[in-house]
């Protein structure tokens, strides 16, 4: 019977009760991030090579980074990432937008053009700008 079988992570037989998680039976106690230790029972978690991770180490370790703050691009509640993928680059929603005055690029259905400066996007005024200024230097 399953309650004969040993837990994935400490080889301990789970006993009666016990989660089955990507395929392998654990103790609640013993399905944890493999390196924040957070405890998983009740907590949503992304699988990577066979280990369990949380959604914010997960992130960390394997996600994308922003281009605009640098900080990893977390998957929300339901495992969506809701990003923009533009210029070869990677971006929160919310740091999509002309680097000189912040205007977002999505505005409703309306859609800003975007101009690449650097590898860096501008609205079109600031892009001409920075151009300007470019050959002047």
């Known amino acids: 019977s399953m309650a004969d079988e040993s837990c994935a992570a400490c080889k301990k037989v789970v006993g009666n009760e016990f989660l089955r998680a990507m395929g392998k039976?654990?103790?609640?106690?013993?399905?944890?991030?493999?390196?924040?230790?957070?405890?998983?029972?009740?907590?949503?978690?992304?699988?990577?090579?066979?280990?369990?991770?949380?959604?914010?180490?997960?992130?960390?370790?394997?996600?994308?980074?922003?281009?605009?703050?640098?900080?990893?691009?977390?998957?929300?509640?339901?495992?969506?990432?809701?990003?923009?993928?533009?210029?070869?680059?990677?971006?929160?929603?919310?740091?999509?937008?002309?680097s000189a005055c912040q205007q977002p690029f999505h505005r409703g259905t309306e859609r800003v053009g975007v101009y690449s400066v650097e590898g860096m996007p501008f609205c079109e005024q600031h892009a001409k700008e920075q151009v300007a200024k470019q050959r002047a230097a």
């Open 25 to 98: 039976l654990y103790h609640g106690e013993c399905l944890v991030c493999s390196v924040c230790k957070l405890n998983l029972q009740t907590e949503p978690f992304l699988p990577r090579d066979g280990q369990p991770f949380c959604r914010t180490c997960y992130a960390k370790e394997f996600g994308q980074r922003c281009s605009r703050c640098n900080e990893p691009i977390q998957p929300d509640a339901t495992g969506t990432v809701t990003s923009v993928e533009a210029l070869g680059k990677h971006w929160h929603q919310n740091c999509w937008h002309c």
